[in-house]
Every structure is written in structure tokens, then in C-alpha cells.
């Protein structure tokens, strides 16, 4: 197997030239950082990735985490890694100084943890998960919780997970019923929790469980549901370490990611589960969102890296693989002649365009969404800050579900382009494709994410994000007049920033009206029409920076690989863009055919 698995070419050219990371480090939060430190950094963790991720891929598909007599048995990989992860600083570059972080943007973060995924995508979720759940004590618990958990978890000793869905439940937090009664400084908690990813296994001295759990008397529905700090294992004065009551009792075989385990959970099934308070009672979920939002970018990024990883590989067997002859110009094939690459197949091409621009694209957009992370939290103007919090909320949904979706289709394409192998286990695509499945359903669902999108964040704030959001577009447009090269695209651009003005006005008429459920009916195909707009942006933009730099005769890189990101952008106007034609008439079609009367369907 081939440990062409990303191109860091790209990355870094999406990291500096698209997305400033010069100008995010600029800032005073990441004063102690230049351009030089994040290249060592990336270079390092592409070289441990190397060795340490990625010859075990396939290892651990073909070795699955299960349960066993009581417990969840993983690669011993994960273990090594968790290690290796406090001492490489995986799980402390995002966070302060003051929390014995390393303070680095979210941008180099995202980079870094893209390469560990495309490496190894069972691995990087068991870190992830842990310092989503630290940042999020971090924020919203005492200090006293805080010194008690995040140094071991950000040393990689201690896992972290996030706990919300229950059996009867699903989706619908709503309907949570793990319960939490007061007792002493602590609560009681008693109930279940499944799909719960790295939530337990052997050799973990402990995990900490952020606990969705509603305290008794509390009001129904998502107003009363609060958050606890729940560990497997409570701290004892003396350091040492006692049960608490949390047991895993079963485990989730699953298509793909079979290295990353997923749990079924019991707390308080002898009446001894001790979980502590975050924040305010009745506020849990608007904390957990905190890290859900963060952990549905991350989700984005993993569906990026596995798609890249997987066009990396169809792309090195359409290099390697002959098969077909030439057309002749009487449009025959000459079979005395010899047989020729499969990458010089015009549709073999189309297909590893696609992935191309697919992969090369949903990366830059992760990377937009961490630069809009980085703004929110570092620039010195609250109204800029305010600015940028709103960005982030606008594309979060998309940076979720566009690299999922399509990551899935382009995966598919890269089976394709290898046949008949693409099938079979001797080569790696069909894991892929396994593996890149559930990016659709993590931290909620394609109808999940499109419903946001739409019902909160196009409208909240009479539309606040959205303006912003077309004026970064529309700034874009205006740089691209100038080159007479990007010009008809930038103004085919234009044209959809209309068509998407009438869809938005179209769909949210209907709310206006009351008609909520008309007005949400097609949000799924609302997000498919948007983020094929907001993609041919993001294309737009890396042809823009690629163009300058021929333009200015920059030779960071070479002149072939600027001509290739302005003929990816081509291809993306040619290929997909057009596709929102289509999108937008389902869109703008009055009839309710969804609503209909089951019976009068379904018979």
C-alpha cells in the first residue's frame, strides 16, 4: 500500500496562500508562532504519522475493537497513540497557555489532525473526542473540575467522550430520561447512553464522560436537560483512583471504522454513578453544542482527509495500471498498438477531476471555517469577533455535511476508477468507502444539519450571517474581475448569488406564513443547492490565489501546480456549479409531496 496518502503541497498552499495563515498568526494569541514553526510542526506529524498510523490502517479494520467478557478490546495502537499524543501536544495545541496548553490556531491544529486522518481515520477520534470533551470543562466548569481532569487528559493518561443518545431518543434530545438526583456536592446519576465512540477500553486508566442527564423536577423537553462531568473512575484525594459505577455492557459492530470503538453504556446500575455539575442547571445542551459545533467541523475534516487519501490511491493505480489503447482518428482502436495508462482515459480523468476537486475543495472550506474560529477568538475588536462567530455559525452545517456527502460520491468514484479491484480487499478503496459512511450520520444527520442551516442559521438574526456571509462572497467576485481569466466565472458566480436570493426569499415565504413544516420540507435539498454555491466560492478563490501567483511569477511552487488548481476551479464551474439549475427548480416547485397523507403514498 502506497503512503501517498496526502499531499502536503496542497495543504500548505490552502494553509498560507488561500487561507493567511500568516495573518492568523499575526494576531497576539499566536505571537509565539511563524510560518517556520507550523511547517516543522506538519513535517513532524506527517513523519510520525508515517510510522505510526498508517501501517496499522488496514490492521485494524481487519482487527475490529469488540467486546469481550466485559470489556472493549482495541488495537494496542490506541493506547500508543493516546500516549504519543500528550507528548506531541495532539491534544493541547488548541488550548491556553493558562490550561497547560500550547495555544496554537485552529487552522494549524485542523492541519495537523487532516494528516493523522488521512493516515489512520480510526485513530485521530480517540483524541479528538478527549479534547472536545476538556475544552468543554475548560469553558463552562469549576476550577476544581478542572484541575481534577484536563491535565490527565490532555497528557493523553486520561480518554474523553461526549454522552447524548439514548435508545428511545436517537435525534430527538428532547426525549433524554438519564436521570441525575442531588446528593451531597454531587449528583446521582442513573440511565443509558449508546453510539457512545471511544467511550470505554482495556487499558484506559480513565474516561471522562460528558453526560447529557436531566435533574429531577426539571422541565421537559431540551430546557431541561443539564451536563455533568461523569469519569469511569473518580479521583481520590490520595491520587488514586475508585469506580464509579459506569460499565460498558456492549459494544456496536459497525461497516467501517472498525478500529474506533462505539459503546453501550450503563451509569448507575448499582446506584453508585457520582457526576458534578457543569455550569448552570438547565443549560446543558446549550454547552454540549459548543463542542458538538466544533466536533461537527471535525467530523468534515475526517470525511476530507478520508477522501483524500482515497483519491491519492485511485489516483497512483490510474498511473500505474494499463489497460485500452488510443482511439485512431477513424475512432477505432488500433490493437497492434500497446496498451496505455488508464489515467489518459479522457472519463477516467473526469473521475479523478471529481475527486479532485471534491477533496482539494472540502479542505479549503474546513480550513476557511477554522480561520473564522481563529478571528472569533483572537482579533482585539469585539464587533469583528461578533462578525466572525457569525460566519462560523453560517458555514459549520456546510463544513459538516459537504465534505460527508460528497466525500462519500467521491470515494465511490475512486472504486470506480479501479473496477473490478476497487471491489475487492486487496486494495484499500473499499475500506474507504466503508469507512467514509458514517460521516453523514456523526453528530447528526445530513436532515439534521440541512434543517440548521436552513430553520436557524440562514434566518437568525434576520439573516445577519447570510449578508455577511454574501459580502465575503461578493468580495471575492470583485477580485476576480481583473483577470480576465477568472472574469466569466467570477460573473457566473454572480448570476447563482441571484438564484440563491430567490430560493432563500421562496423558502423562507413559507414561514412567513406560519408553515414550518412546508418551510423545512426540502431542507436537504436546500443544503445540496447552497454548498454546490458556496463551494464554486471557495474553488473561485483558489484559482484566484493561484492565478496571482502566475501572474506575479512566484515560484514557491511550481507553474504547473498553480495550472492545476485554476483547471480544478474550470472543472468545478463546468461539472458541478451547473447543478444548482437543477436544485433550485425542486426549490422554487410549490407542490408538498413529502407532506402527503402516508396511506395515500406508502399503499
Known amino acids: 500500500m502506497s503512503s501517498q496518502y496526502v499531499d502536503l503541497t496542497t495543504l500548505k498552499f490552502l494553509l498560507y496562500s488561500v487561507h493567511d495563515l500568516r495573518g492568523v498568526l499575526a494576531n497576539e494569541r499566536y505571537a509565539d508562532y511563524q510560518q517556520q514553526d507550523i511547517d516543522m510542526m506538519l513535517n513532524a506529524v506527517r513523519e510520525f504519522s508515517d510510522k505510526e498510523l498508517y501501517p496499522y490502517f488496514r490492521e485494524m479494520d481487519e482487527q475490529p475493537a469488540h467486546y469481550q467478557d466485559g470489556e472493549i478490546l482495541v488495537h494496542d495502537q490506541v493506547l500508543k497513540y493516546m500516549r504519543a499524543g500528550g507528548e506531541m501536544g ?9 490550561h497547560g496548553g500550547m495555544q496554537l490556531p485552529s487552522m494549524a491544529v485542523n492541519a495537523s489532525v487532516f494528516i493523522q486522518e488521512a493516515a489512520n ?57 438519564t436521570s441525575a438526583t ?17 467511550g470505554d477500553y482495556r487499558g484506559a486508566e480513565n474516561i471522562v464522560h460528558l453526560v447529557l442527564a436531566r435533574i429531577e423536577g426539571a422541565p421537559k423537553g431540551t430546557k431541561g436537560i443539564s451536563l455533568f462531568v461523569v469519569p469511569k473512575n473518580r479521583p481520590l484525594a490520595n491520587g488514586g483512583l475508585t469506580g464509579n459505577d459506569v460499565t460498558a455492557v456492549a459494544d456496536f459492530q459497525k461497516m467501517g471504522q472498525r478500529g474506533y470503538c462505539t459503546t453501550h453504556l450503563f451509569f448507575g446500575d448499582k446506584d453508585d454513578c457520582s457526576g458534578w455539575l457543569v455550569g448552570e442547571p438547565h443549560q446543558g445542551l446549550k454547552y454540549m453544542f459548543q463542542m458538538m459545533n466544533s466536533a461537527r467541523i471535525g467530523v468534515g475534516r475526517g470525511a476530507a482527509a478520508i477522501a483524500t487519501a482515497a483519491y491519492q490511491a485511485s489516483l497512483n493505480y490510474a498511473r500505474e495500471r494499463t489497460q485500452g489503447r488510443e482511439l485512431t482518428s477513424s475512432g477505432k482502436k488500433d490493437a497492434s498498438r500497446e496498451q496505455i495508462l488508464i489515467i489518459n482515459h479522457p ?36 464587533a469583528e469577533r461578533e462578525k466572525y462567530r457569525q460566519l462560523l455559525e453560517i458555514i459549520t452545517p456546510v463544513a459538516k455535511t459537504y465534505p460527508s456527502e460528497m466525500g462519500i460520491i467521491s470515494v465511490n468514484n475512486g472504486v470506480q476508477v479501479l473496477g473490478g479491484y476497487g471491489f475487492c480487499s486487496d486494495y484499500i478503496l473499499q475500506q474507504y468507502l466503508r469507512d467514509i459512511r458514517i460521516s453523514a450520520i456523526y453528530e447528526g444527520t445530513t436532515g439534521i444539519q440541512s434543517q440548521d442551516l436552513l430553520g436557524r442559521k440562514i434566518t437568525m438574526q434576520n439573516g445577519l450571517a447570510l449578508r455577511l456571509l454574501m459580502e465575503e462572497i461578493g468580495k471575492s467576485i470583485e477580485a476576480c474581475r481583473v483577470h480576465s481569466s477568472l472574469s466569466p466565472y467570477a460573473e457566473k ?111
Open 121 to 177: 481515520n480510526h485513530l485521530p477520534g480517540y483524541i479528538g473526542l478527549t479534547v472536545g470533551a476538556a475544552d468543554l470543562i475548560v469553558n463552562f466548569a469549576t476550577e476544581e473540575l478542572i484541575a481534577a481532569y484536563v491535565p490527565k487528559m490532555l497528557s493523553g493518561e486520561w480518554g474523553g467522550t461526549m454522552c447524548l443518545t439514548e435508545p428511545q431518543a436517537g435525534s430527538s434530545l428532547s426525549d433524554i430520561v
Open 182 to 198: 442531588p446528593h451531597g456536592d454531587a449528583y446521582r446519576l442513573k440511565g443509558q447512553k449508546i453510539f457512545i465512540s471511544a
Open 493 to 603: 458566480l454572480e448570476v447563482k448569488l441571484e438564484l440563491n436570493r430567490q430560493v432563500v426569499q421562496k423558502l423562507t415565504g413559507y414561514a412567513g406564513e406560519g408553515d414550518y413544516q412546508r418551510f423545512l420540507s426540502d431542507a436537504t435539498i436546500f443544503m445540496e443547492f447552497f454548498s454546490t454555491l458556496l463551494m464554486a466560492w471557495i474553488w473561485l478563490d483558489i484559482a484566484r490565489q493561484a492565478q496571482l501567483a502566475i501572474v506575479n511569477g512566484n515560484t514557491e511552487y511550481s507553474s504547473e501546480f498553480y495550472e492545476s488548481k485554476v483547471h480544478a476551479m474550470r472543472f468545478y464551474y463546468k461539472y458541478e456549479l451547473p447543478k444548482t439549475t437543477g436544485l433550485s427548480e425542486v426549490l422554487l416547485n410549490e407542490a408538498s409531496l413529502t407532506l402527503t397523507p402516508e396511506k395515500k403514498i406508502f399503499t
Open 90 to 98: 495532539f491534544l493541547a495545541g488548541p488550548f491556553s497557555y493558562e
Open 347 to 382: 472519463d477516467v480523468r473526469r473521475m479523478l477531476l471529481f475527486q479532485k476537486v471534491i477533496t482539494e475543495g472540502s479542505l479549503s472550506l474546513i480550513l476557511l471555517a477554522s480561520r473564522y474560529q481563529d478571528f472569533a477568538q483572537s482579533l482585539p475588536n469585539e
